[in-house]
């Protein structure tokens, strides 16, 4: 019997009508010149051959007597034209017709009763610029089943390198199929389940202690009150925003699309990573997106940042990650000491989870524990819990390394690779970025009454590259000349040491705020010419 961990089962407990848990993406797809038949109907030959190879696309959830404990999963036997269905569009639609039907359809629940995947094919798509045709396929898949490193292995299997599909070869199971479970089974396995939880944790706990103990040491160590240096707090209370609110059950989505040689070349200069640069483009954007409605906090706003537990090479389907926070520095005006502030952010939230991942548990024992975590989530949503607690964050931002070819399925070659991600209560956007090919592709979720002008915050990151390609480099010649922004902020804070410590943070601040926001008004910088990039809408 095969049951769900304590992580994997999380997901299904918290699942309500307002917290759908499925992850999944929207790809866009073009069709080679003379393409035979419908895209649906391959599609679902080409899914009939690689389910084989594709057990996490073959079972279903068996639910424990009482639901005192996690469901195991049982085979199934997919319907696939239950799980493949067609969605027609008006003629000749666009991006923007895609986006609304995933903020539509983003929100139904799958269906417990069979294997916790479905996919939606559009037609009615303009032809590409070379006459095309194209089509759509919005993929929803329980989180419960992967994380984002087991969606990309899944990728892996049904998509392929070339045109012509490739040959899988799938290795006939001795195992006999289960397609129930018997109240014996049920009872002996989840007994002797919760026994080898309850000794593992015993067995671990001098070294978990450990490795707290030596944890928190280092954090103390590093801090400003003994190294003297002011670096960024990850662990803080987020300010509230229009993002921190108990959600509903509509959904707005928008996708857009950046050059990823372009980005890394970007983050090679400023001696960063590519995840850095993320982080800085949602950092710009989200600044600019909230200072046009006069609503950014003062406090920088933080991020909660998904972190992958698994070993190299291990792309069993189940869940193995844990959650980071990331202090983004949004208060701060100058992009390049923002970057520098996103930069040890990230620098300070690797050590620590570095410190810590051989601890993080995505197992325990679960008797008792879907009672506990499905009450504990209906109440914190009936009572809108999230609308009067301070957040320790006040989005997500995921980024998932993705294939860096281009890839095909049923003979289609795909062109875009939109995440499309979960939101819960307290934090109403998710920011999900998956490399594909040459491009970073960025899938916006948002809870449709906390932010249903999410386009423009796509639009934002846009932007936000523009800016990010005009930032002086090092070494440059003119490096040393920053923004006029910048360097009223250097002069003002080199006038205020000067002063002895006499003029206060207040006054700092307000010093800062007042000349900062003359200098807009008066200057302007032209942003250079940028590289192209898509935009989705």
């Known amino acids: 019997m095969k049951q769900l961990s304590g992580l994997d089962a999380t997901f299904l407990y918290l699942e309500t009508a307002e917290m759908p848990m499925h992850v999944g993406a929207l790809h866009v797809f073009e069709l080679p010149p003379g393409y035979p038949g419908k895209f649906i109907t391959a599609l679902r030959k080409h899914m009939a051959s690689r389910l084989p190879a594709a057990p996490v696309l073959r079972r279903r959830l068996w639910w424990m007597p009482l639901n005192l404990a996690n469901p195991a999963w049982v085979d199934a036997e997919p319907d696939l034209r239950k799980h493949i269905v067609e969605v027609k569009l008006p003629r000749n639609s666009g991006m923007a017709a895609l986006e609304a039907e995933v903020s539509r359809l983003h929100p139904v629940l799958l269906d417990r009763r069979r294997p916790l995947w479905k996919m939606h094919v559009f037609e009615g798509l303009a032809p590409g610029a070379n006459g095309l045709k194209r089509v759509a396929l919005y993929t929803q898949l329980h989180h419960a089943a992967v994380d984002g490193q087991a969606a990309v292995a899944l990728a892996s299997t049904l998509l392929d390198a070339t045109p012509e599909a490739r040959a899988v070869e799938a290795r006939p199971s001795r195992r006999a199929k289960v397609f129930r479970l018997e109240m014996a089974e049920m009872l002996r396995g989840v007994l002797g389940n919760q026994a080898q939880q309850v000794a593992a944790i015993v067995r671990n706990l001098p070294a978990t202690v450990g490795t707290l103990k030596n944890a928190a040491t280092h954090a103390v160590i590093g801090s400003a009150l003994f190294s003297g240096r002011k670096a960024p707090a990850n662990l803080t209370l987020a300010p ?81 990650a844990s959650m980071s926070l990331v ?45 506990l975590i499905e009450a504990a989530t209906a109440l914190y ?157």
Not at 290 to 308: C, E, H, N, T, Y
Not at 335 to 344: G, T
Not at 434 to 459: H, K, N, T
């Open 327 to 371: 202090n983004l520095g949004t208060h701060l005006a100058d992009p390049l000491r923002r970057l520098a502030h996103i930069k040890a952010a990230s620098a300070a939230m690797k050590s620590t989870m570095g410190r810590l991942r051989s601890i993080l548990p995505t197992d325990y024992p679960s008797l008792g524990m879907p009672w």
């Open 240 to 320: 509230r925003t229009p993002l921190n609110v108990s959600i509903g059950a509509g959904r707005a989505f928008a996708s857009v699309s950046l050059p990823m040689p372009e980005l890394k070349e970007l983050a090679s200069a400023h001696d960063a990573t590519v995840n850095d640069m993320v982080l800085m483009l949602c950092s710009s954007a989200l600044r600019r997106h909230f200072g046009k409605k006069r609503s950014l906090p003062r406090k920088s706003l933080v991020a909660a940042v998904p972190i992958s537990l698994r070993d190299a090479g291990d792309t069993t389907p189940d869940n193995q």
């Open 381 to 537: 949503g009936k009572a809108r819990v999230a609308d009067r607690i301070p957040q320790v964050a006040n989005l997500v931002i995921s980024n998932v390394p993705g294939p860096a070819v281009p890839l095909y399925m049923a003979g289609a070659h795909m062109l875009t690779n939109y995440p499309t991600s979960i939101i819960v209560h307290g934090m109403a956007l998710n920011i999900t970025v998956q490399s594909y090919d040459r491009s970073l592709d960025f899938g916006l979720m948002a809870d449709d009454q906390a932010m249903p002008d999410v386009r423009e915050l796509a639009d934002a990151i846009a932007i936000a590259f523009d800016d990010l390609c005009a930032l002086p480099r090092p070494g440059d010649p003119d490096a040393d000349e920053a923004p006029p922004e910048g360097r009223v902020s250097q002069a003002t804070r080199r006038l205020a040491g000067g002063l002895g410590g006499a003029v206060s943070k207040a006054a700092r601040r307000v010093v800062d705020s007042a000349v900062e926001s003359a200098v807009a008004q008066v200057t302007g910088r032209p942003r250079a010419s940028a590289p192209s990039r898509r935009r989705g809408g």
